[in-house]
């Protein structure tokens, strides 16, 4: 190697740091844009005249539970608009003021057996969608473990029903045994010909 010649050694070139830039703290939190909540279900009114608004807490339950077979806004119509003309003397819905608590205008006809008690009790439906006991304890008895999931393991657990977001996800289970032919007070339209 000619002595004369300097070996090229390449300078290194600073890098420019970003202006305005902190790297994160490792000891705070990533941050996080909250979920949009969906806009709440809207349907046409009991009286056919406008359209009535869902509270938003039963909507998001129904989208939860129901939006992934599209059935989501036709659960809140089974829950407050068939047509007056379609039931004789119960043409209001299964629960046209939303009602989720006790509430004297729920629909009850006549009495069951309690399979767990064996003692008869009077028939009543509870919450958002009206849930049976009788169903209920149908559900018990027949699909425990699915029940158990949604924390439901006694027959003294119906009066978890009056919890809206409770009640819908067992008015699912419902739903996908037989569709909306297991309200009484669906529209016709929404029931399965036999």
Not at 14 to 35: C, H, V
Not at 156 to 179: S, T
Request: no cysteine; glycine share 8%; hydrophobic share 30%.
């Amino acid at each position: 190697m000619n002595p004369n010649l300097k070996q090229l050694i390449p300078t290194p070139v600073p890098t420019p740091s970003p202006r305005g830039y902190l790297p994160a703290s490792p000891t705070s939190p990533p941050m996080q844009t909250p979920a949009p909540t969906p806009a709440p279900i809207q349907i046409p009114s009991a009286s056919g005249k406008g359209i009535t608004t869902l509270p938003q807490n039963l909507s998001n339950s129904l989208l939860t539970s129901f939006d992934d077979v599209g059935e989501a806004t036709r659960a809140a119509q089974v829950m407050h608009h068939p047509p007056q003309s379609q039931i004789k003397g119960y043409g209001t819905g299964e629960n046209t003021q939303f009602q989720t608590g006790p509430t004297p205008t729920d629909f009850n006809s006549g009495s069951i057996i309690n399979p767990f008690t064996g003692l008869a009790e009077k028939s009543e439906d509870r919450g958002a969608l009206r849930i049976n006991n009788g169903t209920f304890y149908d559900l018990l008895r027949r699909k425990p473990k699915t029940m158990e999931a949604l924390g439901l393991t006694s027959y003294r657990d119906f009066d978890k029903m009056y919890d809206p977001e409770l009640n819908i996800r067992v008015a699912r289970i419902i739903f996908d045994e037989g569709g909306w032919n297991r309200w009484y007070g669906a529209p016709s339209a929404y029931k399965i010909k036999p």
